[in-house]
């Protein structure tokens, strides 16, 4: 084969090329830090660093999130502490009113500090941080409509509505089944061993007690029965707070158990308020203590015929003459208080099955017409749906972290809600407001409500805590991840310095042993030849 000069300067030119292209690469390596400078450089090595990019950059995600969700939480935290802080303060206001001697005027004062409070929930619950409601569910700005802004809770004539839902509507249902179920224990508790109406009623024998365990018996049962009669009242009211109308059917046939009624003819019938003052006229009176009737066949008499009033003096016994039988009429008399115990049984029931009746449809009504259970408007149904939504931010493969809660989660439903559970206490306190029944007996029940809904409360600040403590961990984890990724790019992208300046020092070489034998080729020239 024929060499010539155009070969070997072609050849010369193609390897000073390479020399120079590695030299480039080199120096490439050296002034960017990388190994990698193009796909071609090492095709494995580019996809596990891409993979490795992917990663981190998807990790960076997943850290802005956590660190997201915490700023959150740490705001969500200090919202729900005041809260519990505040409860804390009205429980102490409530315990005050009742432990000890109060003035018109002191309850009054401490029944305007629980308005103020009351009114301070509603504050909390719209908290915000930036423009987003920190407890408004998927309502993070409020309805805008370019002039105004419509915070998650509000209160409109008297009750409390969380995006556009009647909380307080539900609160007062739960409060009417709650009060039923007061005068179900009340009447008959087959779980308690504390005596029931119905126990007291059905043992009653004024045959076989005492005069003295017969008032005793008489009295314990006054005591039930008004308790009976509180519920039902609380009941009603709780009814009235539904939006049930006083001419209502159902509300009037409940009613009448309390008041009694009147019948087409012009009859009146008793009804529980009237057979417990019965009641307690019964057992205000004196007791007979232990007597024998003038004409009782075994009286004794002396020889003229006459009562022996010494041997009945004697023994302590009280004889009742014809002229002193009125006398022995207006003193307690077991029988009759047997006789008003067979009319309480013929107004509600001997099994209660008259006031269940009435209170069963009563609640129907609320339930159907105020509350729309069975209908696309349920009303539980759409507390269910909003409590349901809590947003979130993921933190993790298939991870998510709530970042709030709820406003239903934090106020609590049914008559545990704060909100509720602070306006029935002020009401209470109030003396008198609305028609509310003042009783201490109900402030203390009040309290075990208002201890109920701060323990929802602790719950939520005890779910936070829990929330924090997982996101540290999940940090913690993304922050470990996150530098095994970067180690494994680190180790397919970037350069060995010592080793790249090696090699840029031996392709330099090479690349200059090159030049030296392209020069000696074209030195030789036809002149060169002719000599």
């Known amino acids: ?13 193609r390897g000073a090329n390479r020399a120079l292209s590695e030299v480039n690469k080199y120096n490439l390596q050296i002034a960017s830090g990388k190994r990698l400078t193009s796909i071609s450089d090492d095709p494995a090595g580019t996809i596990a660093v891409l993979r490795a990019r992917t990663k981190l950059a998807t990790l960076g995600d997943y850290q802005s999130n956590t660190s997201t969700t ?77 002039i105004s802004k419509t915070a998650p809770f509000e209160v409109r004539n008297g009750h409390l509505f969380y995006n556009g839902i009647d909380l307080s509507l539900y609160s007062w249902f739960d409060e009417y089944e709650n ?20 126990e007291i009623i059905d043992k009653f024998d004024p045959g076989v007690y005492s005069e003295g365990y017969a008032i005793q018996q008489g009295e314990q049962a006054y005591k039930i029965l008004s308790d009976f009669i509180l519920a039902a009242e609380n009941a009603l009211y709780s009814a009235r707070q539904c939006d049930v109308d006083f001419p209502n059917e159902h509300y009037q046939n409940f009613e009448k158990l309390l008041l009694g009624w009147q019948d087409t003819d012009g009859k009146e019938y008793e009804g529980l308020k009237g057979l417990k003052e019965r009641l ?19 009286i004794k008499t002396l020889k003229d015929g006459t009562i022996d009033f010494g041997y009945y003096e004697e023994r302590g016994i009280k004889v009742y003459t014809a002229d002193m039988m009125d006398e022995f009429n207006n003193k307690f008399d077991p029988q009759k208080v047997k006789d008003i115990f067979n009319a309480i049984y013929e107004h509600i029931g001997t099994d209660g099955s008259e006031y269940k009746k009435a209170a069963s449809e009563l609640g129907s009504h609320i339930q159907t017409e105020k509350l729309g259970e069975g209908t696309a408007d349920d009303l539980l149904d759409k507390i269910n749906t909003e409590k349901a939504k809590r947003p979130t931010l993921s933190v993790g493969l298939n991870q998510e972290a709530a970042y709030t809660i709820n406003g239903v989660e934090l106020m609590g439903e049914g008559r545990q809600n704060v909100y509720h559970v602070l306006d029935k206490i ?14 201490e007996k109900e402030l203390s029940l009040a309290i075990s409500t208002l201890q109920e809904a701060q323990s929802n409360v602790l ?10 403590n997982r996101l540290t961990l999940l940090s913690n984890r993304i922050d470990s991840t996150k530098l095994n990724y970067t180690m494994m790019r680190s180790q397919a992208e970037e350069v060995d310095l010592a080793e790249a300046s090696i090699n840029l020092a031996t392709a330099q070489t090479i690349y200059n042993a090159a030049l030296a034998g392209g020069a000696q080729i074209l030195r030789t020239s036809l002149i060169d030849y002719l000599r």
């Not at 002020?426 to 009783?439: E, F, V």
């Open 426 to 439: 002020y009401r209470i306190l109030s003396s008198g407001d609305d028609g509310q029944k003042i009783d």
């Open 1 to 13: 084969m024929r060499i010539t000069s155009s070969m070997m300067g072609n050849q010369f030119l």
């Open 70 to 146: 915490s700023s959150y939480l740490k705001e969500v935290e200090a919202a729900i502490t005041d809260l519990d802080e505040l409860l804390q303060d009205v429980y102490g206001e409530v315990i005050s009113a009742i432990s000890g001697a109060k003035t018109e005027e002191d309850l009054r004062a401490i029944a305007e500090k629980v308005r103020v409070l009351r009114d301070e929930v509603v504050a909390i619950g719209n908290a915000s941080i930036g423009t987003s409601y920190l407890f408004g569910g998927y309502n993070f700005t409020g309805s805008i409509d370019g």
């Open 459 to 468: 719950t939520r600040l005890t779910e936070i805590g829990a929330s924090q």
């Open 179 to 198: 009060y039923v179920g007061l005068m179900d224990q009340k009447f008959f508790n087959a779980d308690k061993d504390a005596n029931s109406l119905k």
């Open 280 to 298: 307690y006229n019964e057992l205000s009176k004196e007791p007979r203590g232990d007597y024998i009737l003038y004409n009782d066949p075994s």
